[in-house]
């Protein structure tokens, strides 16, 4: 597996392309010098997560033949303030689901995502607290 990357600016953006040929925008905001033209490297590790555990998530919902409509994901977090580098000590990832959904399949499926399958979480779970919750359709659970 190999990933190029390619400096487009003579600042901090960067195309990165997959094998595939896929592409994404890796840049910095004006405040560090880029031109916010992508997300920060950090920012595409909390994305990397949300679609790691996305992925894990509807693969299992689907499997328990669950009826999904609608699955989003907001995810907050915080960087150490102090040291150098700067790595992650707090996530909260809340996953938003609509659909004629049980709630006891639901629940497992995060679950078994940020416990046991999502790779990304479990590199960031060693620096970080992960915390999780999810709605169905509208009602709010913690895990």
């Known amino acids: 597996m190999k990933i190029q990357l390619k400096r487009l600016d003579n600042a901090f953006h960067f195309l990165a392309t997959n094998e595939a040929g896929n592409e994404v925008h890796l840049d910095t905001g004006p405040e560090e010098g880029g031109s916010g033209q992508g997300a920060g490297p950090m920012q595409a590790v909390i994305m990397a997560l949300g679609g790691c555990s996305g992925i894990d998530i509807v ?23 102090t040291d150098v580098p700067a790595l992650f000590t707090r996530i909260h990832v809340h996953y938003i689901f609509a659909g004629d959904l049980k709630a006891a399949i639901v629940r ?22 992960i915390t999780v919750s999810y709605s169905i359709n509208g009602t709010r659970y913690d895990l």
């Open 59 to 81: 693969s299992i919902l689907k499997k328990g033949r669950q009826d999904l409509r609608a699955f989003d994901t907001e995810i907050d977090y915080e960087r150490s303030k």
């Open 108 to 129: 497992r499926a995060v679950d078994l995502s940020i416990h046991k399958y999502c790779s990304v979480a479990k590199i960031l779970e060693k620096t970080a607290s």
